[in-house]
């Protein structure tokens, strides 16, 4: 439980969810029941059911839960009752900052410039990392961020109007004091500060007053259901981080590399696991700024890259509290590939698109 006191809004929202939680809890019991039952009622793939003559020797064809930011299988049923935790963490191109923590690991991550380099959002919800940071301040742009997601959201300082405006979001904020209270702040003694907090994720999900799991922010693709688009091998994004996403076809992913250090040449962008950062899909989002919420409500341009093509076209969002839609040149949303999903948020440059 953070050390601040539960607003109206969430009290209200708790008691209102609460049945939507048992019910999934319900649904789960229920597919695991089908899967070691021996019923002589069986569903076929079809999503029919079926009788079978020999129910011994049948197999239950139930298929897992599908994590909701993801799309992906999730046999472990976490997702169904585990909230968004939203990580704030660094990217500024200095050579003495460490290598992410967790951020290979994100469900969702969205890159917003900050003075001349950039930070994330880094929304975990389908895995788990011990840790992720390192953890800096808020912005400005949070809260359209976070207003349609909820969960939990962490964070260290920030001017006194930036923090009002996530205090006043619809999520449950832990700054470093919370953390620390909640035994789920690490300071690392090898790394010079301010770069050096980092949130012991299973225990600020531990703390969690609303474990309702998100809705879906993007659709995804059935199996089979091809990715129409235009061919292309790699996008740069050249302001900012200056980010590079290289398509590789043998992973069935974008790989990262950037401009790391001031005056250096690029880097395969790597987090503390020893891994390249490599989304499966990429949106390029193009907002007026990062300086209030409301640029992320209205429409703008977008690029949407997943399968090795890009597929030009607009995004919308009619309130805070719908989620964002991208839409192809015709108008109808596109879907994306199951698995991470990176969103840079840009406000000047178009991305830099090289076809293969």
């Known amino acids: 439980m ?59 064809t139930s298929e897992p839960p599908r994590a909701p930011l993801t799309g992906l299988p999730d046999p472990s049923l976490a997702t169904l009752v585990r909230p968004v935790l ?9 050579a003495q900052r460490p290598d992410q923590a967790g951020l290979d690991l994100a469900d969702v991550v969205y890159e917003e410039p900050v003075e001349g380099a ?29 207003w349609s997601i909820h969960g939990l959201y962490v964070y260290s300082g920030g001017t006194p109007p930036k923090v009002d405006a996530i205090e006043a979001a619809p999520v449950q904020t ?44 993007f659709l995804f693709r059935e199996g089979g259901e091809a990715f129409s688009g235009d061919p292309v091998a790699s996008v740069e994004i050249p302001s900012y981080s200056q980010a590079r996403y290289t398509w590789d076809a043998a992973s069935e992913t974008w790989l990262r590399d950037e401009v790391r250090r001031e005056g250096g040449g690029r880097e395969p962008h790597i987090a503390e696991s020893g891994k390249q950062i490599a989304p ?11 300086e209030d919420k409301s640029n992320l409500v209205g429409d703008g341009d977008a690029w949407v890259f997943s399968d090795g093509k890009v597929v030009r076209g607009r995004w919308q969002r009619a309130s805070l509290e719908e989620r ?23 406000t000047s440059d178009e991305p830099v698109i090289t076809v293969g």
């Open 280 to 290: 499966v899909n990429l949106i390029v989002q193009k907002i007026a700024s990062t």
């Open 86 to 94: 939203a990580v704030k963490i660094d990217n500024v191109a200095l």
């Open 2 to 60: 953070s050390p601040r006191s539960v607003p109206l809004w969430r009290q209200r929202r708790i008691q209102v969810v609460s049945g939507v939680v048992a019910a999934l809890l319900a649904v789960a019991i229920v597919v695991l029941a089908v899967g070691s039952g021996d019923d002589e009622s069986k569903r076929s793939d079809t999503g029919r059911t079926t009788t079978s003559r020999h129910a011994a020797a049948t197999t239950s």
């Open 174 to 217: 832990f700054d470093e004091t919370d953390l620390a209270a909640l035994d789920a702040r690490i300071r690392d003694p090898g790394i010079p500060a301010p770069h050096n907090l980092f949130v012991a994720v299973d225990n600020a999900w531990a703390a969690a007053d609303d474990r309702t799991p998100p809705a879906p922010l």
């Open 324 to 346: 964002t839609t991208f839409l192809d040149a015709a108008g109808k949303e596109v879907k994306l590939t199951p698995g991470s999903t990176w969103v840079h948020l840009i």
């Open 118 to 146: 950039t930070r994330f959002v880094a929304i975990f919800q389908s895995q788990s990392p011990e840790r992720a940071g390192p953890v800096r301040s808020t912005r400005f742009i949070d809260p359209g961020i976070m």
